[in-house]
């Protein structure tokens, strides 16, 4: 059985515009399999929740494995599809970066309070790069890959459809943008999901938004919902 490889990702300019200037667009210009599919959400202006879930349910009629990016993420990995299943053996959900651990309240995969205060670097797990461009402007080894982790950087989610939708598991469309990622991993533990961090080589170029406005209302759903 042939493996379909389904990038999932919204878009705020149009799909011209995402392939010729996005990370995400640029980089999977590269790559002209007919095993590489992209469902595009363009000119988006929808939760990502919401979007993602109809991804889903498209899932139930084509399998594949879905990957849930963000359009600024530049792939740099030409192996990405082999590296992708190798960890898709080991673990049930995988993704760039997490935290070995989840504690009451916390409102982040790297953060432990609301301070913004970042775990120790014994509990995290993950290697990113950020930057515009080739090369980038760092890369920021959070801790060795390949761990199970309780918590997973929503930048980048990558699961067997059919895995997601036999344990019924969904995004929760009360979040906008920030917290749907936390939430859908305490969906998948739940669930006894194994969720882990693999390494795939690519450029972030956000550095996220902690403590905005949007976020700090995102947190407080979250609290609302999961009560710790």
């Not at 392939?19 to 959400?41: D, K």
């Not at 309070?113 to 290697?127: F, M, P, T, V, Y």
Request: some cysteine.
């Amino acid at each position: 059985m042939t493996i379909k490889f389904r990038f999932v990702c919204a878009s705020r300019v149009s799909r011209q515009e995402f392939i010729a200037n996005t990370a995400l667009g640029r980089s999977l210009s590269l790559f002209r399999s007919p095993f590489v599919e992209l469902t595009l959400f363009d000119n988006n202006r929808v939760g990502l929740p919401v979007l993602y879930n109809s991804a889903l349910r498209a899932a139930s009629a084509d399998p594949a494995v879905l990957i849930f990016v963000h359009d600024d993420i530049y792939i740099c990995d030409f192996f990405w599809h082999i590296h992708l299943m190798r960890g898709l053996k080991l673990f049930d959900i995988i993704g760039l970066a997490g935290n070995r651990r989840r504690l009451p309240g916390q409102p982040a995969w790297c953060l432990v309070d609301d301070a913004l205060n970042w775990d120790s670097s014994g509990n995290l797990s993950g290697i990113v790069a950020h930057g515009n461009g080739f090369p980038p402007a760092g890369v920021n080894e959070y801790g060795p890959t390949g761990h199970e982790v309780k918590l997973l950087d929503g930048v980048f989610l990558a699961a067997r459809s059919e895995i997601l939708l036999s344990r019924n598991i969904q995004f929760d469309e009360a979040f906008d943008f920030h917290f749907y990622d936390m939430d859908f991993c305490r969906q998948a533990e739940a669930q006894e999901l194994r969720m882990g961090t693999w390494t795939i080589s690519v450029i972030h170029e956000s550095s996220g938004h902690f403590g905005s406005p949007p976020w700090c209302q995102g947190y407080q759903t979250y609290l609302r919902k999961w009560k710790s």
